[in-house]
């Protein structure tokens, strides 16, 4: 049993950051923790809930230096969907055995900006230290940390437990009269974040915030946030998404690789099973495009 198994899952938290924070110390590359306990450190979230994650964010030309460290440590990655035009990837999840919590190593954040670099270096710039399990850990201030917040929660606000959290996000912003003093700190910072699209939602609801153009989010928040089931995601990635491009989502919704039904609990497969396999992927599909057709449908419009 490792000494992670022996703890509760706060201590197994604590420690994970430790361990993230000494990684990557070791590696030279910067880091922030977002969400969880910097969250919880300013107030906008129940104290007395467990992260079920550590969600690091890196430089994107620090992830592979970062995940290999921590690979080194015993960590292992877990796999990903290769159907990443429709399920963008944001992250590396690592896990490792007897631990509770995964690590997310992070080159971006949905609903910020596309230049991660100019992204990273604005919360790098802003943030603030906790000190975590003996070690010192950065995380976002308290204007950056509203809207990591925000738009964790509006990325997935059918989920009744996020729904709760942004509730509790608003009320915490909205009362005592501290729009006054926050709102424009965390307008500043949306605007800096390239947040402002994703977050609309948020800034008017807790600031009452109106601005004469707020553009448009980004494709793969669209995709993220607009339609609930994968079939229909799927569909507005091949309206969305240039000619080019097409060709391929529709190959990878049809006919992924062996690693993305190994991900799904189908590992293992020889090749008569693996046709099977993607015999029951093409058969759900045809059942469920009606549906997830209206559902891009609707999505589409409301976008």
């Known amino acids: ?81 290769a159907d990443d035009v429709t399920f963008s990837r944001h992250s590396v999840t690592l896990f490792r055995s007897g631990w509770s919590c995964d690590l997310d190593v992070h080159d971006r954040f949905p609903g910020f900006g596309t230049d991660t670099d100019a992204v990273f270096a604005r919360l790098w710039r802003t943030r603030c230290t906790l000190v975590v399990a003996g070690a010192s850990v950065p995380v976002p201030d308290l204007p950056e940390a509203v809207l990591v917040q925000a738009l964790h929660c509006l990325r997935s606000i059918t989920v009744p437990r996020h729904a709760e959290e942004y509730a509790h996000l608003v009320e915490r912003t909205a009362g005592d009269g501290t729009p006054a003093l926050l709102a424009p700190t965390v307008l500043d910072a ?62 990878v919704a049809l006919l992924p690789p062996r690693e993305t039904l190994e991900k799904r609990g189908l590992g293992g497969l020889d090749r008569l099973g693996l046709l099977a396999a993607y015999a029951r992927r093409l058969w759900r599909g045809v059942r469920f495009l009606p549906s997830a057709a209206r559902e891009a449908r609707r999505a589409r419009d409301r976008g």
Not at 44 to 70: I, K, N, S, Y
Request: no cysteine.
């Open 1 to 81: 049993m490792t000494a992670a198994a022996r703890l509760d899952a706060r201590a197994t938290v604590e420690l994970a950051h430790a361990v993230v924070a000494d990684a990557a110390a070791v590696a030279g590359v910067p880091f922030l923790v977002l969400k969880g306990l910097g969250a919880q450190h300013h107030g906008l979230q129940d104290r007395h809930r467990v992260p079920a994650d550590v969600d690091v964010l890196v430089p994107p030309r620090g992830v592979p230096v970062m995940t290999a460290e921590l690979e080194r440590r015993g960590w292992r990655r877990r796999p990903a969907d």
């Open 190 to 251: 949306a605007r800096a974040l390239g947040a402002v699209p994703a977050a609309r939602p948020f800034l008017t609801d807790a600031f009452g915030i109106e601005l004469d153009d707020w553009g448009v989010p980004d494709l793969r928040w669209r995709l993220l946030t607009a339609a609930s089931s994968p079939h229909a995601r799927r569909l507005l990635a091949l309206v969305e998404a240039p000619w080019r491009e097409r060709l391929r989502v529709v190959r």
